[in-house]
């Protein structure tokens, strides 16, 4: 069993940045290393991949509307995932979940698909103001 928990969302204004945190707990964690990523979902639209992160050698990969302007971090120490973001827009208001994964073979052509994901946080509300 795996459990995660995001915190840290909030409201910001264009511009700004912030942070927000995902902590996980629960044996499948203490046993397994796993890729973990950050989705977002606005109202209305589908899920779309925000970040990924791998469990061989922390390599990190993103989704094309935020490059450059966040950064997905882990420490297995601690069991966190981090998401930092800067020059946030209007556009990037949603719910952001945090969502973890098994290795396996097709990761690197699959880590953008949420439905091969294995652990799902409740997600937190991010909101950007103009």
């Known amino acids: 069993q795996g459990v995660l928990a995001e915190s840290g969302g909030g409201s910001v204004q264009a511009g700004g940045s912030l942070r927000i945190s995902c902590a996980a707990s629960?044996?499948?964690?203490?046993?397994?290393?796993?890729?973990m990523g950050w989705f977002r979902q606005a109202p209305g639209k589908e899920r779309e991949f925000v970040a990924a992160?791998?469990?061989?050698?922390?390599?990190?990969n993103y989704g094309d509307s935020v490059k450059g302007r966040f950064t997905i971090s882990r420490d297995d120490a601690k069991k966190m995932l981090y998401l930092q973001m800067s020059s946030l827009q209007p556009e990037d208001t949603a719910q952001y979940y945090c969502?973890?994964?098994?290795?396996?073979?097709?990761?690197?052509?699959?880590?953008?698909?949420?439905?091969?994901?294995?652990?799902w946080g409740q997600g937190t509300q991010v909101t950007v103001s103009s």
């Open positions: 969502a973890a994964r098994h290795p396996s073979f097709d990761y690197s052509t699959t880590y953008y698909y949420p439905g091969r994901y294995d652990y």
């Open positions: 629960g044996r499948a964690f203490q046993q397994y290393a796993m890729a």
């Open positions: 992160i791998n469990w061989i050698d922390g390599g990190t």
